[in-house]
């Protein structure tokens, strides 16, 4: 079964500091997503890359940055946390040429 | 962007069939979703139609697509407790590997 493996389940951090998220996935797929979901606004596409050191804008990129060194690795950057930056954040990755997509957990992630 | 659109909340009884209905808006996507979320998880993917297909059947589960109508729907024949989630219709805009449009997603709540 394809793992997609997000590093925190939960993560409290103040505004202003820089967060982190992690995603692995170990399938060797070319594409990873990062997704935020929140309560009436559905799943909403942030960043997403096809393939090492490539990145390209979703629909709600602002606030955010991604890094993708290693083709299992696709890390979410919040440069400086905001309160409006508190959501559930979705990791998933699919292979090349097939659009299905496998999903982490989750991180829950709470700026006060 | 593009725009699927679902309704929030489904309620049904247990032993009953579900029904849950979804329009979308780009003519030229590959393939349809739907997937589940159970609470606390992430989305599993639970069944595709491809877009030159009306009907899949998946043990109790039966996606018909309305192409000319933009309509997809879910059913889910026998529903039992564990069918309680999230539903969650999506798109792949223009058949690409650009990631998924998801529908805000369809509370399916399990009376007994």
């Known amino acids: 079964d394809v793992k997609v493996t997000q590093s925190s389940r939960y993560l409290v951090k103040r505004t202003g500091e820089k967060v982190f998220l992690e995603c692995v996935q170990d399938m060797d797929h070319e594409n990873m997503f990062w997704y935020r979901q929140d309560p009436g606004l559905g799943l909403r596409l942030i960043y997403f890359s096809y393939d090492v050191k490539m990145k390209e804008k979703g629909d709600i990129p602002e606030g955010y940055s991604v890094s993708r060194e290693k083709k299992e690795r696709f890390s979410l950057i919040l440069e400086s946390a905001s309160t409006n930056q508190t959501s559930m954040y979705l990791c998933?990755?699919?292979?090349?040429?097939?659009?299905?997509?496998?999903f982490g957990s989750g991180t829950q992630l709470s700026v006060l | 962007g593009e725009d699927v659109e679902q309704s929030l909340f489904l309620s049904v009884r247990e032993g009953d069939s579900s029904v849950i209905n979804c329009t979308y808006t780009d003519s030229s996507s590959t393939y349809l979703y739907w997937y589940k979320q159970e609470p606390g998880a992430g989305l599993q993917l639970l069944t595709y139609?491809?877009?030159?297909?009306d009907m899949k059947q998946d043990q109790r589960l039966t996606v018909l697509l309305n192409k000319k109508d933009k309509h997809l729907s879910l059913r889910i024949a026998d529903t039992q407790t564990g069918d309680s989630a999230i539903y969650f219709c999506a798109e792949n805009p223009g058949g690409g590997a650009d990631g998924l449009t998801f529908g805000k997603g369809t509370h399916l709540i399990i009376q007994p």
């Open positions: 998933a990755s699919s292979p090349g040429n097939i659009e299905k997509l496998f």
């Open positions: 139609i491809f877009s030159n297909m």
